[in-house]
């Protein structure tokens, strides 16, 4: 367990965040503290839709229990926060 | 006695470049200070600076338009202008002074080495009087400030802003210091008078004059308008030179120095001089909108100066003619939203009649911008403050120093350019910045942008309150809505309005 700063780029928010997260959370955990400091502060909630992380340049989401610590991340890269539609759900996860 | 004309002794007075014999050219001239790219003497004592005048007729002008700045703000220092004048107005002046002034003193050290640097007799000349042009901008633009100090201690920020490591003055010195203080001599004529100076120094002060005077602050007009006189004299320092570059072979090196500095000139005047024309001004008062003045004011006469002198535009011109639309826009909700951040109070400028002038003036605001204001605005009327502020920092660029931010909403754009250099990754907000860093990456790469700070341990404790510590920000000091928050009013009459 250990501290990695990431950095956070929400869908349909218009800048990029630090976003401090723990080598052992999930990409879903990942999401929720993105969400934090953007979702309710300048971006709507999408309800049907779930959060899903990516890498820059990547059109797949990581799946969703990878650890931070299993995803290769350099210290302060920049992740894609996106939403997507929770119907999708067992096409990609 | 009779007083020869100006014209039948200039030349030969100012052909200064004797012959040393005490020391060696090199020695007088080191290249390191001078930068004249092996270009010989000779060569440059071909420069002709379209802009003539002898030091007493210097003086004579010079007298004459510190008496006039200064008589009017005597004569209107009754006008009430600080207790009349609408808070957004306030916080445009006081964003200019904290910005603006210490940096004059910055750009008389720039035009100094230029003085004392420069192979060219006639830019020697120039300079000269271009030093003495900017100790007098930097010391009236503390002056003026200063008699708000009492009664706001914001203003006391014209002074104080570039002894702290508040984060729009870590940009700003990063910018300045790049350009002013650590070139030589024809690299700053070039990067400092030709890119910066002859473009958005215009921006700045014609620009605002114009705002000014239609607020009713008539001190601050003439003030910025007697600064604009010299900086349209000096800032034609550089043309001459970038053609003694062409004529010589080096138009690729003065190219890059044109691209690298109107590029990181943009960048900062986005935050700077975007938000106050198209937010802070009174809607009321708005002459042209940011996209408009710059259309007119540094697109048309940069394009004609780079045309004239037979170099290119920058290679990143139709990004920057697009981002002309785009990138103040995201500036000004950072600032907005981080305000505790900085030493003066953010006007929202999002009434509904605000929105349909922004809506006019740059199509699809609100589908963009106007989404993230929407989540703002539902919040304040809820009364739930603490949702319009944030918990965490603003990724920085690692050469402007500014928030990473471009289209939210429906027209998301938001991008990361990441560079690994020597084991560090840097982040960049667009692709210009990143190739500025790359243009030297040694000149930059050491240097640490807030959030490296932060990262490294230096700001403590890591929270907000340490970090206002950390930049200077002292309460009384610290940002908040210019307004209030009165102008959420309307939005909630209107839900009344809704839900009766």
């Known amino acids: 367990m ?31 503290l993105a969400a934090y400091h953007s979702v309710g502060r300048r971006v709507k909630a999408r309800p049907g839709h779930i959060l899903r992380v990516r890498k820059q340049g990547s059109t797949e989401p990581l799946p969703r229990t990878m650890k931070v610590a299993e995803a290769g991340f350099k210290p302060t890269e920049c992740i894609e926060i996106i939403w997507e539609p929770a119907s999708q759900q067992g096409t990609s996860a | 006695m009779a007083l020869l004309n100006r014209m039948d002794w200039y030349d030969i007075a100012r052909t200064t470049n004797w012959t040393p014999k005490y020391v060696k050219e090199s020695e007088l001239y080191p290249d390191e200070m001078c930068g004249s790219m092996g270009i010989p003497m000779e060569k440059w004592e071909v420069y002709d600076e379209p802009y003539k005048q002898t030091y007493p007729e210097y003086v004579k002008v010079q007298r004459e338009k510190d008496a006039g700045a200064y008589s009017v703000k005597a004569a209107l220092e009754r006008s009430r202008i600080f207790e009349n004048a609408d808070p957004g107005w306030l916080s445009v002046m006081k964003a200019h002074y904290g910005a603006i002034a210490r940096g004059e003193y910055g750009a008389a050290s ?55 490591n508040e984060w729009a003055m870590i940009a700003s010195r990063h910018f300045f210091d790049d350009m002013m203080l650590t070139r030589d001599a024809i690299s700053v004529s070039i990067m400092l008078t030709f890119a910066f100076e002859t473009g958005f120094t215009n921006m700045q002060f014609l620009g605002l004059a114009a705002d000014a005077a239609e607020a009713g602050d008539f001190t601050f007009s003439s003030l910025i308008s007697s600064i604009q006189t010299d900086e349209s004299r000096h800032a034609q320092i550089g043309g001459p030179v970038l053609q003694i570059l062409i004529d010589n072979g080096k138009k690729a090196e003065a190219q890059r120095q044109i691209d690298i500095s109107f590029w990181r000139a943009w960048k900062l005047f986005s935050v700077l001089t975007g938000p106050i024309m198209d937010y802070y001004t009174p809607l009321e008062h708005r002459k042209q909108s940011f ?47 981080w305000r505790p951040t900085v030493w003066w109070n953010p006007a929202a400028g999002v009434t509904p009649a605000e929105r349909d002038w922004l809506e006019q003036k740059y199509p699809g605001w609100n589908d963009t911008w106007g989404q993230c204001w929407d989540v703002i605005i539902d919040n304040l009327v809820e009364g739930n403050l603490a949702k319009t502020y944030p918990e965490t920092l603003p990724v920085v660029c690692n050469m402007c120093n500014l928030p990473i931010n ?22 960049f907000g667009s692709e210009p910045d990143r190739w500025c860093f790359e243009q030297e990456p040694e000149r930059y790469a050491g240097h640490l942008s807030l959030v490296d700070r932060f990262l490294a341990g230096q700001i403590q404790p890591p929270n907000l309150a340490g970090a206002l510590a950390y930049m200077g920000l002292a309460p009384g000091e610290i940002g908040d809505d210019a307004h209030g928050y009165s102008w959420i009013e309307i939005y909630k009459q209107m839900r009344m309005k809704k839900a009766s």
Request: hydrophobic share 40%; charged share 25%.
């Open chain 2, 291 to 337: 996209k408009e003045f710059m259309e007119e004011w540094i697109v048309a006469q940069f394009e004609r100066s780079i045309n004239d002198l037979g170099l290119d535009k920058p290679w990143y011109w139709d990004q920057f003619l697009h981002d002309l639309n785009i990138q103040h826009h995201g500036m000004h909700l950072g600032v907005w939203f």
């Open chain 1, 2 to 32: 250990a501290q990695f700063p990431l950095t956070s780029n929400f869908e349909g928010d218009f800048v990029l965040q630090l976003l401090p997260v723990d080598t052992e959370n999930s990409m879903d955990e990942v999401t929720e």
């Open chain 2, 406 to 427: 471009f289209t939210p909403g429906k027209g998301w754009a938001v991008k990361d350019y990441p560079l690994e250099y020597k084991g560090r990754l840097y982040h």
């Open chain 2, 110 to 164: 720039a035009e100094a080495r230029m003085m004392r640097f420069s192979k060219a007799p006639g830019m020697r000349n120039m300079a000269t009087l271009g030093c003495m042009d900017e100790i007098r901008h930097s010391q009236m633009q503390l002056y003026f400030p200063h008699e708000y100090v009492s009664k706001d201690r914001q203003f006391d920020w014209a002074h104080k802003a570039y002894d702290t």
